[in-house]
T-cell receptor, first 109, second 116 residues
Framework: GQNIDQPTEMTATEGAIVQINCTYQ??????LFWYQQHAGEAPTFLSY??LDGLEEKGRFSSFLSRSKGYSYLLLKELQMKDSASYLC??????????WGAGTKLIIKP | DVKVTQSSRYLVKRTGEKVFLECVQD?????MFWYRQDPGLGLRLIYF???????EKGDIPEGYSVSREKKERFSLILESASTNQTSMYLC???????????????FGPGTRLTVL
């Protein structure tokens, strides 16, 4: 079967760095997405990786290793507004998105 | 900015009622999707559509149907609502592409449906 694994919850301190991991086992791979979802709101797009390596976008970076079936989202200089759930999703061989359950990130002052 | 709107943010219905959830997007996207989101589970695809009057079953279509009469509108129908359909329902739209090209999905604000 297809599976996306992420930690359920993480806690970090304002100003610090946090890494959210995602491992996947899917039938085919056509890219990996990270979305941010604040409580009670819609998910919004953060990043997309299709080739191995690191993609940097401001305070957020996303890494992909296709051979390991692994990605991480790195958040630097954490702010209170970064408190949200972070969703990992893989586009499979049918070009459909397979979603992880999400990681709830709690930022403490 | 892409805008995806859903007809209701909160909805309370009784078991056995027929429920309509409406979704409208304003970016002329070919693809539209209906998901449900439950605590501890990832987004689960109910149905999607890649063109007017076209529909495809997702992972959990049982108990649901959909309608896409116009490109901008995608409706989810619960023929006879049951308590296990209490959930957050999210609509999304996106460009029709294939391969590994980048094609993010844009989400509506969600409808939190409670079936009593």
């Amino acid at each position: 079967g297809q599976n996306i694994d992420q930690p359920t919850e993480m806690t970090a301190t304002e100003g610090a760095i946090v890494q959210i991991n995602c491992t996947y086992q899917t039938s085919g791979f056509n890219g990996l997405f990270w979305y941010q979802q604040h409580a009670g709101e819609a998910p919004t797009f953060l990043s997309y990786n299709v080739l191995d390596g690191l993609e940097e976008k401001g305070r957020f970076s996303s890494f992909l290793s296709r051979s390991k079936g692994y990605s991480y989202l790195l958040l630097k200089e954490l702010q209170m507004k970064d408190s949200a759930s972070y969703l990992c999703a893989v586009k499979d061989s049918n070009y459909q998105l397979i979603w992880g359950a999400g990681t709830k990130l709690i930022i403490k002052p | 900015d892409v805008k995806v709107t859903q007809s209701s943010r909160y909805l309370v219905k009784r078991t056995g009622e027929k429920v309509f959830l409406e979704c409208v997007q304003d970016m002329d996207h070919e693809n539209m999707f209906w998901y449900r989101q439950d605590p501890g589970l990832g987004l689960r695809l109910i149905y999607f559509s890649y063109d007017v009057k076209m529909k495809e079953k997702g992972d959990i279509p049982e108990g649901y149907s959909v309608s896409r009469e116009k490109k901008e509108r995608f409706s989810l129908i619960l023929e006879s609502a049951s308590t296990n359909q209490t959930s957050m329902y999210l609509c999304a739209s996106g460009i029709l592409t294939s391969g590994s090209s980048y094609n993010e999905q844009f989400f509506g604000p969600g409808t939190r449906l409670t079936v009593l």
